[in-house]
């Protein structure tokens, strides 16, 4: 398989200024990209996670990538190489608005797909999510597990990559996915309803409130460190062939109720923790398996979870007193 690689090639990374994509955009440029284009309509994302990149000459493109012809335009405007597609709306936005949510995961890939059919770039990096597989039938969870969504964020990222599988056997395409487990660092949004647990415990205890768990909290996930996620996918791109799919994962499970435990102990706090009811469609139970990513690239190193929260406990600091 010949595939252009990273280095000199323009690349687009749509939903670049949320969390995986602005640490993948500060990675693309780090390994030599000629040109790095961004195309968010922040709709959770920020333009402070590009601070550094646009510094380095990234362009950012605040634009909606439903729209086929904001990304036609885009794609023809820089004579796009490599499209990343990062672009999602939160799980828990699927809780207050459920259509909106599946269709943003279908639709931008749809029109990704189609663009690419025209021969509008090489190669496309779709990344999905491990919510695609629902909770465990069997651990750990590998690529060949059942497409059972919970929710109909999951059900959208179920069905784009059957769509891009599709398309792929139908024209040939250079498509593939990636299927990151929970991440967790700098960047992931702590406001509002749509705040990651991690975020959002140490947003919770920095204002002196009572951090929370949803259930028993023996609900498992299994949690990858954001630039471990990048590093594995951009080692990934240039092995995995077209069509097929790879877990981006550590095959190992944290209970939220430790990873609360353990953002309160770095944090030094002594409180309490509130036990709130069981989220509806929470998956119980999630470790993937490495086995084939392992196969691909060889073991990487991974960033202890301590260290990693740690990471993050001073950026969430560091945003939040810069804004007051
Ligand atoms: N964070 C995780 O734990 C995790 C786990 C598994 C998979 N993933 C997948 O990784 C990808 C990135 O997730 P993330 O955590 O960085 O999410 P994120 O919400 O931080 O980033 C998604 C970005 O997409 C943008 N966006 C949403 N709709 C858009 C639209 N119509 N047009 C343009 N931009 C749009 C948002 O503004 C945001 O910046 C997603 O595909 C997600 O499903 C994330």
């Known amino acids: 398989m010949r595939r252009q690689s990273i280095k000199n090639s323009t690349i687009l990374v749509v939903g670049g200024a949320g969390f995986i994509g602005s640490h993948l955009v500060d990675q693309l440029i780090t390994e030599g990209a000629n040109k790095v284009i961004i195309m968010d309509n922040l709709f959770i994302g920020a333009r402070e996670n590009l601070d550094g ?48 949510a599946f269709l943003t995961n279908v639709i931008v890939l749809k029109n990704l797909l189609e663009l690419q059919r025209k021969n509008a770039f090489q190669t496309l990096c779709h990344l999905s999510s491990s919510e695609a597989y629902g909770s465990a039938e069997y651990q750990p969870m590998d690529e060949g597990h059942p497409l059972i969504p919970l929710t109909t964020y999951a059900a959208g990222k179920a069905s784009a990559d059957l769509m891009l599988q ?8 250079d498509a593939f996915i990636v299927r990151p487990f929970n ?61 097929d799919c790879v877990n981006i994962t550590t095959d190992q499970q944290t209970a939220i109720k430790t990873v609360v435990e353990t953002v309160a102990e770095t944090m030094k706090y002594k409180g309490t923790i509130l036990k709130k009811p069981a989220r509806k469609a929470d998956v119980q139970s999630h470790r993937g398996s490495t086995k084939k ?31 007051q």
């Open 166 to 173: 599709s398309y792929v056997k139908m024209f040939d395409l």
């Open 53 to 100: 990149a646009l510094n380095k000459g990234a362009i950012l493109h605040v634009d909606n990538a439903e729209n086929q012809e904001a990304l036609t335009y885009i794609i023809e405007n820089y004579n796009i190489d490599i499209v990343f597609n990062c672009a999602t709306k939160p799980l828990n936005y699927s809780f207050i608005n459920p259509a909106n």
């Open 293 to 323: 990513l392992t196969d691909m690239i060889g073991t990487t190193q991974k960033t202890p979870f301590k260290e990693g929260i740690m990471n993050t406990v001073d950026w969430v600091k560091r945003v939040k007193y810069k804004s």
């Open 183 to 243: 991440n967790y660092g700098p960047r992931q949004n702590f406001e509002g309803e749509m705040a990651g647990v991690i975020p959002l415990t140490i947003k919770k205890i920095l204002e002196g409130e009572i951090p929370e768990i949803h259930g028993d909290g023996k609900q498992t996930r299994d949690y990858i460190y954001v630039e471990d996620t990048v590093n594995i996918i951009l080692k990934v791109f240039s092995v995995i062939p077209p069509g």
